[in-house]
């Protein structure tokens, strides 16, 4: 027997905080489903009807003075601020797209993708591959360091949340990040997502509103 009782709806919301503190958040659960291979990630993909590949090959090689570039089914952005923008190179790995200063942030937006793949490497200012790590974030989550070779590949699948953005930083303040074949799923696969997504979200509301 306790020597200060407490009052029932005191234990009650003790033992409520007690279960929330233990709960893993949402966040923390692993929503995506990572590959190293271009070729067993295109793989998940029914045919090559499903997907887009940006090669940026429209693009002059050089300097492009914007922070940020919109493809068919996604933006490319950098954290550069002195003015400089965003470069291109047909170099070795290329044709790819990166950051004009080193040690910059490259951000991939997607818009909400089921799918994302991508060649991605570390340069020197001679636009020359460079061996070393890079650092990923998906969706504003936990940093992952990923080690490259010269060209190393980069697909993610969605499991439990769509793809919104990609940030990849080098980890040397000398080496700049550049993406390539960029491959993202055709637009009737975001439709079918969207209303995928949207029947899911009519029927959570019907729940709620049953139980209210």
């Known amino acids: 027997m306790s020597l200060f009782p407490l009052p029932n709806l005191v234990k009650r919301h003790f033992l409520l905080a007690l279960l929330a503190s233990s709960i893993v958040p949402f966040s923390s659960v692993k929503a995506f489903t990572t590959y190293d291979d271009q070729a067993t990630f295109l793989a998940t993909f029914a045919d090559s009807s499903e997907y887009t590949t940006e090669t940026f090959s429209s693009l002059s090689d050089g300097e492009h003075s914007t922070f940020s570039m919109s493809f068919t089914y996604f933006t490319l952005s950098t954290t550069e601020t002195d003015g400089n923008g965003l470069w291109k190179s047909s ?9 004009l200063g080193p040690n910059e942030t490259l951000t991939l ?43 190393p590949y980069l697909g993610i699948r969605a ?13 040397s303040a000398d080496r700049w990040v550049t993406v390539a074949a960029v491959t993202v799923p055709e637009p009737s696969t975001y439709l079918l997502l969207g209303t995928s997504a949207a029947a ?6 019907r729940r709620q509103t049953s139980r209210g």
């Open 159 to 171: 499991t439990d949340a769509l793809i919104q953005t990609v940030e990849i930083r080098p980890d």
């Open 200 to 205: 899911f979200l009519a029927l959570k509301r």
């Open 91 to 99: 170099g070795a790995g290329g044709p790819w797209l990166g950051t």
């Open 109 to 151: 937006n997607f818009g909400g993708a089921s799918a994302a793949g991508m060649f991605i490497s570390l340069t020197d200012i001679d636009d020359a591959a460079q061996s070393g790590i890079f650092w990923v974030q998906i969706n504003g989550g936990g940093w992952f360091d990923l080690a490259t070779d010269e060209h």
